[in-house]
């Protein structure tokens, strides 16, 4: 079955300090993949997307992801966090329906 | 260009009654996704249609439905509301193909339904 797995629920960084927000996927095929963030109350906003080809991709907001087909991973990142970047991320993969991850909560301490 | 909107946001019904939930696509779109968002389980994705027909289906009992309009908005239905039910409907939209895969998904708001 396909499936998307975020293994942190909750991570806590440092203002200024570097991300990295980990995916793994499980399909037959490369799935499209994919970064979401959610605020509280807020819909879904894509954050960056991979279908094919670079395997590093760069995204909205300063953030770039890797594709790792040998680790089966889609890792975000971020080289310095703001505050403003607290929220709910959620990495998804599919074609033309989404399966999502279970999402990882980023807090950003002072 | 105009986002994916729904209406209503925020919406409180009793249980055993019905709800019909309205989505509008980004212009273009064609195909109109839903999920639900609960706490507990997370996204889970119940519908697609593209040009009026439904394409994929989610693992969700009968009650809930959908349709989808020459114009590409889209409704979906839950009938016999459970207390369930409560969770945060996300529409989507996306650049669809009729063959192949679809383009990336742009989420509205959500609507917020409460069954009591």
């Known amino acids: 079955a396909q499936s998307v797995t975020q293994p942190d629920i909750h991570i806590t960084v440092s203002e200024g300090a570097s991300l990295e927000l980990r995916c793994n996927y499980s399909?037959?095929?490369?799935?499209?993949l994919f970064w979401y963030v959610q605020s509280p109350g807020q819909g879904l906003q894509l954050l960056l997307k991979y279908f094919s080809g670079d395997t590093l991709v760069q995204g909205i907001k300063g953030f770039e992801a890797e594709f790792k087909r040998s680790q089966s991973s889609f890792n975000l990142r971020k080289p310095s966090v703001h505050w403003s970047d607290a929220a709910e991320y959620f990495c998804?993969?599919?074609?033309?329906?989404?399966?999502f991850g279970k999402g990882t909560m980023l807090l950003v301490s002072p | 260009k105009a986002g994916v909107t729904q209406t209503p946001r925020y919406l409180i019904k009793t249980r055993g009654q019905q709800v019909t939930l309205s989505c509008s696509p980004i212009s273009g779109h064609r195909s109109v996704s839903w999920y639900q968002q609960t706490p507990g389980q997370g996204l889970q994705f119940l519908f697609e249609?593209?040009?009026?027909?439904?394409?994929n289906k989610g693992n969700f009992p009968g009650r809930f439905s959908g349709r989808q309009f020459s114009n590409s908005r889209s409704e979906m239905n839950v009938s016999t509301l459970e207390l369930g039910d409560s969770a945060l409907y996300l529409c989507?939209?996306?650049?669809?193909?009729?063959?192949?895969?679809?383009?990336?998904?742009?989420f509205g708001p959500g609507t917020r339904l409460t069954v009591t």
């Open positions: 998804a993969g599919g074609y033309s329906t989404l399966t």
């Open positions: 249609y593209f040009s009026e027909t439904q394409r």
């Open positions: 989507a939209s996306s650049r669809a193909f009729r063959t192949g895969p679809s383009s990336e998904q742009y």
């Open positions: 399909y037959g095929a490369t799935p499209y």
